[in-house]
């Protein structure tokens, strides 16, 4: 029993060392290690897990040199072979590559790790359940951009740290601009906000997805889990430049109709043409009449 527990402690030391080397990028030293951590105990946990990470990111090129644009590369990589990897895996490699992002952009760094603008430092530390530094983040660079740049998805991360730290008003804020921006663009892996998960749940038991996403921000008004508040004039203001010309809305099918729709919506509730916006409301009657005749028993 001795020489049993020391072999097994010996093992355990050769992962450890292999998770340290990962930690550090040095790739051919952790393999190594879990390598000789195999031949030691082939079913010592997650070590094969661990060895096919290690081989994902050789074969992309890192090291402890790899700048942040590269990691971010990694990152998209990863996404695309995420099919291919098992949920540990993905998990850990995902981990791993935005530790490493976050240890190596500056303090006051506040943007995307590449220019394709693809990974964003905000988005890293929501992986990294460190929801306060994912606001400040996002904060920083939503309010710095100009006011005709929308990025829908990161207003979904913003929403998703501001629920984690119980801000609720801004919480809903980021969620109305994600959701009335672009709800294809929402982020369902990381939304934090259960009743919005539930309810494009239950949309899509009933309509594709596209469909169900554009209903999403509909439905998340009328159950009042997302408020119109009057005055946000600049995103009422970006909405209203979405919208189509409707002398052509019979062209649209049906989830750009509904999507239409919601813009429409957030028109009329947000008093940016006085309290009731009657050209809204007749498009949204021609656009779905049994939904606008739902939306009037909502206002009442």
Known sequence: ??????????????????????????????????????????????VQTLLQCTNFLIDLGLSPHSKAASL??????????????NAAARSFLETLICERIVQIV?????????????????????????????????LDFLTSRPSDESY?????????????LNHREE????????????????????LAHPDLKRILEELCVQHDEETARALWPIHAFLENVLHI????????????????DHNSELFLYPA???????????????????????NARVEMQRLDAALFGRYLEWVG
């Open 72 to 85: 971010a590369k990694a990152w998209l990589e990863l996404q695309k072979e995420s099919a291919n990897l």
């Open 256 to 278: 750009q109709r509904i999507y239409q729709f919601a813009l429409c919506l957030y028109i009329d509730q947000s008093g940016l043409h006085g309290e009731i916006d009657f």
């Open 229 to 244: 508040s009057k005055g946000n004039i600049w995103l009422a203001q970006l909405i209203r430049e979405q919208r189509f």
């Open 1 to 46: 029993m001795p020489d049993q527990l020391g072999l097994f402690s010996v093992t355990v030391d050769h992962k450890q060392s292999a998770l340290d080397c990962l930690q550090r990028f040095d790739l051919p030293q952790a393999k190594t290690e879990l390598e000789t951590a195999s031949e030691i105990d082939f079913y010592l946990a997650d």
């Open 106 to 138: 500056p303090n006051d760094f506040a943007g995307f790790t590449d220019a394709d603008e693809t990974l964003h430092v905000g988005y890293c530390f929501l992986v990294l359940n460190q929801p306060e530094q994912a606001y400040r983040k996002l």
């Open 152 to 164: 829908p998805q990161l207003w979904g991360y913003f929403g998703d740290a501001c629920y984690r």
């Open 171 to 190: 919480c809903n804020s980021g969620y109305l601009c994600a959701l009335f921006m672009q709800p294809q663009a929402v982020d369902l892996a990381q």
